[in-house]
């Protein structure tokens, strides 16, 4: 790791140091884990999918699970989403959707207004 020199005074020379830091991943998110299989250490930069360096198992298996489920669930939602414009969607559905995302839209700011007004002098 290549670490820049302690700044002198001056502002320029304070500024280049910083970004010598930034820029040889000083700050990076790297430490090291046991291994649940094989119970050695490896380094884990803390991503579900990191691998351990000797069994090439899983480190976090659960947390690569749950991220699994979680895309899952957004995909469903996205495929679900009614305002969504899809590609096989005739002139007219285009139009019932971008009408009810606006009309939808409008609702939320005149229930937003209501309540900030609501609370706001309601004393």
Request: hydrophobic share 40%; aromatic share 14%.
């Amino acid at each position: 790791m290549v670490v820049a020199d302690k700044p002198k005074k001056g502002n320029i020379v304070r500024q280049s140091y910083v970004w010598a830091l930034l820029l040889t991943n000083s700050f990076s998110m790297k430490s090291e884990k046991k291994c649940s299989h094989c119970g050695e250490w490896t380094t884990w930069e803390k991503q579900p999918t990191d691998r351990c360096g000797h069994c090439n198992e899983y480190l976090d298996p659960r947390s690569l699970q749950e991220k699994e489920v979680r895309e899952e669930k957004e995909r469903v939602f996205r495929e679900n989403d009614f305002f969504r414009v899809r590609e096989n969607d005739s002139f007219l559905m285009i139009m019932v959707r971008k009408t009810g995302w606006a009309l939808h839209a409008i609702f939320a700011a005149i229930a937003w207004a209501f309540l900030w007004f609501v609370t706001t002098f309601s004393g």
